[in-house]
T-cell receptor, first 113, second 113 residues
């Protein structure tokens, strides 16, 4: 167990629907990062939150949004889902100022049918 | 901007063979360098890291040396096992960029008995 918890592990939904992925960071970590991993595009950075504030955006679609709550858990909301959104979505957290890299959760596998 | 380039896979080896996965980077300043491993069906795990030039990171028989003169961080293992079959990601982070990790495209390694 890495200490980063992601739920659900698997999600199957239809095109056009909206889903919410949840991430609880490792205890003490203030940063949460979201990544999308698909077969054809590798690991794509989506967004970074630090202590409730958005810090950086990557290749995140306008249909996607995220937030980090006061208890530091984060949610990634995906709406108007398309077949191409099927992927593994990873959350990672890090300890500020250490440069120790990230601790990843085990991911949510989203399948859009 | 920052970028990481690693050799494309898949790399197929026999058990006890020598493994090298090449990784080169582009970054300003002095980034920290990492290797992550992703076993089938799991999230990414930190394998090893190096934070300054000439540092050698090592773990589980894997090694990588931070070579600033060649901007490289090649991963090596002297004798691979079937259990080393996984996808390996090289990554860098810079403190000035909020320690956001930039990943290479990943290299799939398959070790056959």
């Amino acid at each position: 167990d890495s200490g980063v918890t992601q739920t659900p592990k698997h999600l199957i939904t239809a095109t056009g629907q909206r889903v919410t992925l949840r991430c609880s960071p490792r205890s003490g970590d203030l940063s949460v990062y979201w990544y999308q991993q698909s077969l054809d595009q590798g690991l794509q950075f989506l967004i970074h939150y630090y202590n409730g504030e958005e810090r950086a955006k990557g290749n995140i679609l306008e249909r996607f949004s995220a937030q980090q709550f006061p208890d530091l858990h984060s949610e990634l909301n995906l709406s108007s889902l398309e077949l191409g959104d099927s992927a593994l979505y990873f959350c990672a957290s890090s300890t500020p100022g250490t440069g120790d890299g990230y601790t990843f959760g085990s991911g949510t596998r989203l399948t859009v049918v | 901007g920052n970028s990481v380039t690693q050799m494309e896979g898949p790399v197929t080896l026999s058990e006890e063979a020598f493994l090298t996965i090449n990784c080169t980077y582009t970054a300003t300043g002095y980034p920290s360098l990492f290797w992550y491993v992703q076993y089938p069906g799991e999230g990414l795990q930190l394998l090893l890291k190096a934070t300054k030039a000439d540092d050698k990171g090592s773990n589980k028989g894997f090694e990588a040396t931070y070579r600033k003169e060649t901007t490289s961080f090649h991963l090596e293992k002297g004798s691979v096992q079937v259990s080393d079959s996984a996808v390996y990601f090289c990554a860098l982070s810079r403190r000035a960029a909020g320690n956001k990790l930039t990943f290479g495209g990943g290299t799939r390694v398959l070790v056959k008995p």
